[in-house]
């Protein structure tokens, strides 16, 4: 069992940057997948990017693919994503998620994640 918190969230102007961070508790020795989601009013829960075990295997959603960077490990305890460029429809809030076990071809189905944080608020003003 982990716990996942989220912290980062704020208030920046269009084409500025904000780096979340998401930290994690408990025993997280049988390794985890990590990946960030974000849920804008009106819109469908939507996959941003997603790291394996270990650092690698980093995915991206093709919005915003060029401007956030996903970093750390579930193992280690942190897992961050730097988000550059930021644009008005990136308002969301952003969800910090793990799993023991992901599906080939299924990084991006939140279903396939079992462990959830509380989520951060970023807004982004143009």
């Known amino acids: 069992q982990i716990q996942l918190v989220e912290s980062g969230g704020g208030l920046v102007q269009a084409g500025g940057s904000l780096r979340l961070s998401c930290s994690i508790s408990?025993?997280?020795?049988?390794?985890?997948?990590g990946a960030w989601f974000r849920h804008a009013p009106g819109k469908e829960r939507e996959f941003v990017a997603g790291?394996?075990?270990?650092?690698?295997?980093?995915t991206y959603s093709d919005s915003v693919k060029g401007r956030f960077t996903i970093s750390g490990d579930i193992y280690e305890k942190k897992v961050y994503l730097q988000m550059n460029r930021l644009r008005p429809d990136d308002t969301a809030t952003y969800y910090c998620?793990?799993?023991?076990?992901?599906?080939?071809?299924?990084?991006?189905?939140?279903?396939?994640?079992?462990?959830w944080g509380q989520g951060t608020q970023v807004t982004v003003s143009s």
């Open positions: 998620a793990a799993s023991t076990a992901v599906l080939n071809g299924l990084v991006s189905s939140s279903a396939q994640y079992d462990y």
């Open positions: 408990g025993d997280t020795t049988l390794g985890y997948r």
């Open positions: 790291i394996a075990r270990g650092g690698g295997g980093r």
